[in-house]
Structures are given as C-alpha cells and as structure tokens.
DNA sequence: CACCTCTCTTGTATCGGTAAAAATCATCAT
DNA sequence: ATGATGATTTTTACCGATACAAGAGAGGTG
C-alpha cells in the first residue's frame, strides 16, 4: 500500500508538501496541489492512521460508550451516531458499560490510549465528581444530568413525562403509575419522575406514591417485571407512564396478558420512541425525541472539543420533542 | 503519560525487554518480568496502540460491518460481538453499510487502511466475486452463502425456516404466507424459502405462490407493508411465516390491525429471536439461533486469522436452534 | 544591485513502539 | 582453561506521518 513517500515520488515533491495538501494548510500552490491529488488517486492512496496519530494525534475515530447496544434506544443512538460521524469522515467504536460506574469510567480512561480522538459517552452509573478531572474531549448523552461540567445533550425528560402524563390525566386516566424508574440522584429517572409529579401537580392532584414500581433495569424484562408487581400491589390504576419505551413494550405484554383492556381499562405511554413500540399490538403512544438531533449534536459537539474549542454555556442541550399518540391512549 | 522508554529506565532495563514482557514473549527471567511488571503497575502505563500499529500491524481493534445497527437483530448481534471481543482484549468499531454492495465493499477496503486488524462482516450484497481477491482477515456472518471463499458463521437458515413451517403445519395451518423475503442469489431468503418449501414438500404439500410477498428490507416497516400486500390480494390464509422477527412485528401489527385473530385465525412465527419477539403481543413463536454462539465463533475464527492461520475446510459454521414457541402459534 | 518580505517548499527530527541482529552471560563438555 | 551452546538482554533501525525550522524564489524597495 502506497505511503506518503511514494505519492511525494510520484508527485515530484516532497513528503511534507502532500502532508500539507492533504490537511488543506495553506502556502501550496495550485498547480502543485493538482499535481499532489492527481499522484494520490493514481496511486490510490490513502492516510495510515495510525502514524498520523502517532505524530500528531487525530485518528479519525470517535468512541461511543453506551450500556447496552442490543436495547433499542441505544441501537437507534448508535445508528445516528455513526451515520452523523460518518458524514464529517470519522468512524465510530463502540464500547458496553452495562452501566456500571466502573465500565464508564474505564471506557473513558482507555479513550485517552486507544485511538480515539473523543467519546460520546450515555453516563447513567458515573457521578460529577468521577467526570470533574477528566481532560479529554468528553460529550454525554442522556441520563444524568452533569451538565455542569461538561457538555451534554440531552432528553427532554422532565418537560416530555410531563407531556405524556398530562395527556393522559386529560383523557380520563385519574390513578396513573409509574413504572421503571431507578429513582436516585438526579438521573433520568427522577426527571422524568418529575415531570410526572408536575403534570399532576398542574391538574391539582397528589399522585398515590404506592403506583410508582422500580425496576432493576430499563429493559423489556424489567417492564414485564415491574408491571407484574403492579398488579400484585393490588392498588388500582387506569394509567401507566413507562420510563421507557423498553419498560412499556415489557408491561404492556404483562398488562394484556393479565387479561387488561388497553387503552380502555388502563392507558399506557412510554418514552423514547423507538421503532418497536410504534409496531407493538397496539401501538405505544410515547415521548418522541428527536434522536437525530441528538445524535448530530452531539457529534458536532465533540467534533468542536476536539478541534479545542471551549464550548460556551449553556452546555445541555435539550433535544426537541413530540408527543407519539397511538393505540395504548386515548384520543383527548 | 508514560511510554515503554519510562517503565524501561524505571525497572533498569531496555525498553525491548519491557516490549517482550508484554507481549509474553519466551526468553525473560521471571526476576526481570517482575521489576517491569511492577514498574508498569507503578506508572500506570499502557501501550500506545498507535505506535503498536505502525510498527507490527495489531490495534487490538476489529471492525463490524452491519447493515443497520438499530435494527434489532444487528443490535443483539453487536452487543454480543463486542462483549466476546472484550473478553478477548479487542475492542470493536462499527460500520453500517445499508446492505448495500459499494458501501460493505468500502468497510472492506477501508479496514486495510483503518485502525483496524481484520473485520467482520454481516454480507447482504457483495458477491463471492466482489470478495474473492480480498487479502484480509475477513469472517463473514449470516445471510448469504460465500462460504466457498471465506470463513463464515451462519443462521440456520433452512434447518430453522423448515422446523418452523413444519410446526404450522403440524398445529393446522394449511395455506402459509412467506413474507418479507427479497429471493435471490443464494441469499438468507432463498435458504429460508427453501426450507419453507421443503417444510411443505414433507408434508406432501405445495405452497400456493400468490401467498409470497417480498419486502424491501426486513424492517418493521417492510413486514407491515408486506403484510397489507397480503391481506389486499385476497388470497386466503391461516399461517405466515415471517422471514425475519422484525417482518413478523411489522405484520403482527398489521394483520391484528385488520381483525384477524392471532393465532386462532392464523398462526405466525418469526426467525432471529430478537427481545422484542418475546414481548408483542400476543409473544412472537420464532427460530431462536444461539447469537451468542455465532458472535464468539465469529470472533474466534477472526482472531484466528488475525494469527496467520489458514483455517480448514469446511469453512461454514451453522449456528444451532431451538423453535421458540409462544403466543402466535397454536399447541402441537 | 543589495536587501527585505512574503510565499511556497523541503530537510530533519521525532512520535512510541517492535523486528532483527548483535551482544552478553551462564552453563557445560572437552 | 577454552570453546560451544542456549538463554537473556540490548542495540540499531525503522514503521508513516507531521512539527518545526530553515531554504529557495519572486517581487518590491531604496
């Protein structure tokens, strides 16, 4: 494979004259540029990232860490993720974390050796304070709220619950329950159970604390779970908000199969819109964010920490929403 | 950050000798690996892959090559090849390709070049031609048959399709819908079709062609189009078997949509086994293949070739299944 | 015409590892 | 004691790019 110096040979010039064509700096002249691109695709050529990092850093790849890329969202994420990458010519490597402080935090610390020029990490277990020290062009997703210390785009959390559980209190539903939340320090959880609270605050009720079930997980099996011990609870309710969509997919199957009418009996929302919940039977009315948006923003983001710029505050950055009405709701 | 020149002048050695301790190289007095493993504990270093790279080849990084991350079966997929890869030291970066040929061909041609030590690729539109000359650490997963040419793991795709079919048929169905395939060369949907058909040759029976509906992609979108196709011409049925589980939400949705009772009216069953199967409603019946068994023989393999090794015939590793049978489809 | 400035181009050193070959050392047979 | 043998370690060079500093031309000025 074909290396600076032979496009250099090919070219008639020297080396640092293609290196300087090829990363668009200034003082070449535009004949000798001609010649430099001509050499490079006859001789198909292309930069060998690694010594290029090596000098100089820059690989031309990004991390993305994520809990789970099997659950929906983040598949959904990773897909936006990569294909906004790709469009300004940078690759995407994917780490697991299971959402373990432990697995985040190592996967930003290997960031800084692997060739990785940034990472767009969706933090749940990390804290600030795991994140203040961190000198590394860093951009969070989602979640938690750490805003204060670093760039983040996040969910509508708080104003899209309060959406969903409004429409649901405006078309009747009186007892709604909560299901899936890990309730703790300023995660996503406790936003979204925010917005819950507020949307029944706004309508001048109190919200019956013994309709909120955790769940371990925001997945379709914790769903199920959650739900079940719902009805095991024995406490009536003709709502349900989902903290996610996952969640919703998982209750809706364990509320339909324990013989409930939805949406007659029991309205259900979830949240994040992911492809499934629109094909579940019936369709789950959900919070849709803008994943797209997200995703380009927090790409352009990162982009601009590693070009070094400091971004200005505010650093969070809410994604867009619109509410999904379909067949778990009623119509207002 | 430390490089192999500090830890060497710390433990008192060359940085060779450190350079072979961490490659487990023979030839080290167990005296001398323990004052460099110490010195590398004590400075907290890690090998600049980087530089590793640009000297022996081996990032440590293997690329995957899906059509679209977000769907959920590349989704499952990903996750289990990065977490097989993790155990193994490797990270993984993704590319999506779209299914389409120009684009697997440039993830191909791109991993040469790229951080990257050899790919695995999900092939829905390259040829056996387009691979032939490939020179590079490559596995293939699923779908198409190129087994001639290089490593592959695969689906059960005609095993599964048959079993499956042949459970429709043991439990009634007599006129089955084929849905969502887009038959061609020697790809997943003429093996899954084949063992349609073989499923219906067994039991002395021909498949009515007015009952096939292709699909575009094997999306949840296609498998709802596909699904309305089927119900517009009219022709009867009472089982369909979905070529994908992404088809089989899709067309769940689709034919509850229209009032059919699933599975009294018609039984239906998917292939893949995505979580999402398990919690529609009513819970999908589908070809559960072992994803986690066709990640790591991925992986293996690739690593194995990474090694150099010229690996043996027969090249093509089928996953094994089981028949996942919930709610769509009726007892034996 | 010498000298300066500005634009364009090129040597040279270097990033952090590893391959290959050479050097050192301990052990042992002669 | 001498050379051979094999184990262990070091020296040297280089992978392919880029930073930096310095060189070469062209045009302008006094």
Redesign the pocket.
Known sequence: MA???DVAKAAG?????V??V??DR????AE?REKVLRAIAELDYR??PA??R???SRTGTIGLAVPDIAQPYFGVLASHVVEAAGRRGLRVTVEQTSAARDRELEAVALSRRLMIDGLILSALGVSVDDLRAIDYPLVLVGEKDLADELPQVSMPNEEGARAAVAHLLATGSRRIAVLGGIVEDGGMASERLAGYRRAHGDAGLVPDPALAVPAERYGIEGGATAAAELLRRGAPFDGVFCMTDAVALGALHALIGAGLRVPEDVQLVGFDDVPAARYANPAISTVSPDHEFIAETAVVLLERRIAGEQLPAPRRTVSPFSLALRGTTRRA
């Open positions: 290396t600076i110096h010039v020297s080396a640092m004259t290196s300087n090829l990363n200034p003082h070449v002249r000798t930069v060998n010594a290029r090596l000098r100089s």
